[in-house]
Structure formats: C-alpha cells, structure tokens
C-alpha cells in the first residue's frame, strides 16, 4: 500500500495531539492512545479504511515481528513479567512488609522516606527503565507506611530516572549520547577535546537535567506540594493509597501473617537484580566490543551493550536466586502458583499501554512529526535565540512522539550542523539544550515509556502521575529555557547557569510558600470526596 508522510504539515501533529489531550481529559489511557493510532494510520493511508487497518495490524505484528524476531520489544515486556514476578515473590516471602517495619525503625518521617526513594534514584543509574522499576519496588513498602502518595513516589522515580541517566557517561544512555556527540564532533572538525570530555563539560549545561534533580530534592526535603499533588498528598495522609493504582500490588499471597519475613528477603533479591543485570551489561557490550576488534573497556561496553538482553538475563538470575532462597519458608505449590500469577497480572495494565504506545510512536514517525517540527527551526532566527529555540523545539518533539533517544537522533545532528554554520563556539551548549528538551518530552509524556514505567513502578494511576507530575517539570522547563536564552545573548555558560540557578532558588521559596499556605487552609476545612 502506498503511504504518505506529513513533515511540511501541521497534520503531522494530529496524532499525537488527540492521543494526548484525550488521556489528560478521559483519563482513559488506551483508548486515548488507540484514537491517535486510528487517526495517524487514516492519515498516512490518505482516509482509505481498509488501509488503514491493515496498516494498524502490521504496526502491531511488527513490534513483536519485524523482519524476525523483534528481540528488544518482546525482550522489555519479559523484563516487566519477570520482574512483577519477582516483586510478586518478595510479597510472598514477606520481605516487603519486613523491609517496610524495619524501615519504619529508622525513618521516621514523611521527609526521610522521600529522601530514601530520591536517593535509591540517583543510585540506580545504569539504564532509566531499570531505575523507575527497581526504585519503585523498594520504595513503596515505605512510602506507604509513611502516608505518601503513589502519585508523589512516581514523580521522585520518573525525575530521578532519565534526568540522571542523561548526565552519568557510565550509562546506557550516557554511552548512545557520547557516541553521538563523537560522530558529530569529527564531522564538524572538532578534535581538541574527546568525546567523553565533551559529555562530561556539558553537564552543567544540561539545565533540564541538573534543576529537575534539583527540584526533585527540594521537593522530598521540603514536602513541597503544588497543583494536584496536593490533593493527593492529603489522602495519602489519611491512607487512601490504592484508589489511583494501575493495579492492586500482589499481596493477597503472603507469609506476613506467620511473621517468616526477613528484610533480607527484598534485599538480597533486588541486589541480585541490580548486580546481574550490570554484569550482563558489561558481558553483552564487551562481547560486542570484542566481536568488532576492539579492547574491552567499562565505557566501550556501556555503548555496545544489549540492554534489553542483559535485563533479561538479569533479571532471570535474580529471579531464579530468590526462588532457590525461597525454599526454606516450604510454601504450598498453590501459594507459588498464585504468586506468579498475580505478579504477571500486576503488570499487564504496563504491557498494554506500553504496546499501544509503541504503535503510536510508529505511526508518528511514518506521519514524519519530528521532522516537521525540527523543519520550524530555520535561517529566521538570531544565532543568539538558538540555544533556547532548539531547547523549546525539543521538548515539543520529544513530548508528542514520547521518545528522547528518537528526539536526540532527529535534533542533536541538526544542532550541530546550526552551530557550525553560525559560531562552532557553541556547539556544546547548543547540543545540551537539545539534550536537556527531549529529556523534558520525555519526562512529561503520556506517551513516553519510561513515564509509563515509573506509574508501573510506583503502582500509580498513569494518568494522575502525568498530572500531578506536570507542574513541576513545566517550572524547571521555564527555568531552563530563561537560562538557554541568557546562554545564547551572553554566549557565556556561567551567566545562564546563574540565571537559571536564580529562577530555581525563587521557585522554591515561591512553592514553600504556597505548601505551607495550602496546609494552613487545609487544618481548618475537611478534605473533599471527590
């Protein structure tokens, strides 16, 4: 069948503006993604029906057929069985509800178990799927002992995710953006510095990344509450937690009532997980860097590694240790039985949006969105508004395809083919701007994967971590952009970084004085039902 791409048109962003605006009004997350589906796929078959369902069902075999074995795909949705399987046997073991008690000994406050969860995020930092899963998992036993909402452990987990894994070199995506930058460098003539000298200078300049930390910590230290997060707050406060679960976490099977649950039982298991899957990291990726002639080193197999694999394996290991260990506390077959079941049942609702989405993310690219919007960045502009204009435009495409690794792979060649034309001076800050909006698309979107992931982690309502998350993202990304436009007038990082830095100090006193606002109202009138 003969389709067409929209990357001179406005309809190229239909698709995902109705997938979008219709999951933030209906709050009905699949249905929202399949309307965008269906209307993305009439428009690249130019409105013929049958076409178009055809072209929506080869969309869907692809992801998991594509030309062979779609090994990534199907290799990241047995990531979240085996893991909810995992989870689903440290119920069963009772090492939740020990870690949770023992936990409870020694943070005490609301404060101190947001500040555990922010700091397991900046820990776990290999790759941002394992990071929003993992995090989530340890974390939740204690933040629902502490009264805090799952709508406020997904935005520590989903800011301490990607914002991290784009400043750390040690990472997968820190090893995809230096070979990227280095790519980019040798084509433009740049060699007075490496390419993992460059990523390393440009994390100050990444000021989406380096604020969202910074609010993220301001936010956990201070219980700042804006927006709809506040709402949310005060029902955790009184124990509503699982009213806005994408799933009920699976713990009808459990040991917690014969008192057999051991802290070790969560963290044995999860320190598995965590050192298996970085082991496999470094097999797969030096494997890789040997198979092509070159000398192992950690960096080298951080960019060639087979992420989705070494998940897999990881997390198979991890799960087999802990079944092994798991013998000892002599359960019946039907309490195993249950277990798995309920851990693959409490991942579905992920699977699902996560398929959709990735249909979706297919469809906008045959309509060519990215390249629609990358084409508005042109010879109009002042070399001065660069830096923010590509900041701006990135975050655009990076929230309506819900990919930055697609956004980084459309703008940062762009980026530097702008800075070489105008002044090879601000190469850098130019690409960090780039890499600083489709870090914030991605954070941000309905769509994204590892927004998905971090509602999965947290056992949160999807669409109530896109809202509740939304405030504070949208006031770094302001933050950001006043600092890219100062970077771009003055040419001078420090002066932008400042600028921002400012911003950021006067947003925090601003949200503390609306928290504490909010809760003085709050102590004289009853929380609504609805």
Known sequence: MQLFSYNHSVLSLLAPAIAILLAIITRKVLLSLGAGIVVGSLLV??????????????????????????????????????????????????????FGEWAWTRIKSR??????????????????????????????????????????????????????????????WGAYIIGMIGTIMTVHGVSDISAIHAFVTMIPMNLYAVFGLAMVIAVAWLDLNVGPMRLREE??????????????????????DHGKGRVADLVIPIFLLVLLTIIAMLWTGGAALVAGGQSFSVLGAFEKTDVAGSLVWGSSLGLTLTAIRMIGHNLKGTLWLKAIVEGVRSMLPAIYILIFAWVLISVIDQLETGAYLASLVGDAFSTSYLPMILFVVSCVMAFATGTSWGTFGIMLPIAGDMAAAADIAMLLPMLSAVLAGAVFGDHCSPISDTTILSSTG????????????????????????????????????????????AAFAATVVVFKKLSVSYKRNRSTVDIPDG
């Open 235 to 256: 029902r955790a406060k009184t124990g509503e937690l699982y009213d806005q679960t994408m799933g009920t976490p699976p713990g009808a099977a459990q040991l917690d």
């Open 45 to 98: 078959t130019h409105f013929n029906a049958v076409n178009s369902l055809s072209y929506i069902l080869e969309k869907f075999i692809a992801i998991f057929w594509n030309d062979g074995f779609n090994r990534n795909n199907v290799f990241i949705l047995l990531f979240l069985i085996l893991l909810g399987v995992l989870t689903s046997l440290i119920c069963l073991s009772g090492g939740a509800k020990a």
């Open 458 to 501: 947290a056992s949160c309502h999807h669409i109530d971590h896109v809202n509740t998350q939304l405030p504070y993202a949208l006031t770094i990304a302001m933050i950001a952009a006043l600092g890219y436009f100062v970077m771009g007038m003055t040419e001078s990082v420090a002066a932008g970084f400042m600028t921002s830095l």
């Open 111 to 172: 404060i101190g178990a947001q500040l555990f969860a922010v700091t397991l995020g900046f820990l776990i930092f290999i790759d941002d799927y394992f990071n929003s899963l993992a995090v989530g998992s340890i974390s939740r036993p204690l933040t629902d002992r502490q009264g805090i909402s799952r709508a406020k452990l997904a935005y520590l987990i989903d800011s301490t995710s990607a914002p991290v894994c784009v400043i750390t070199p040690v990472s997968s």
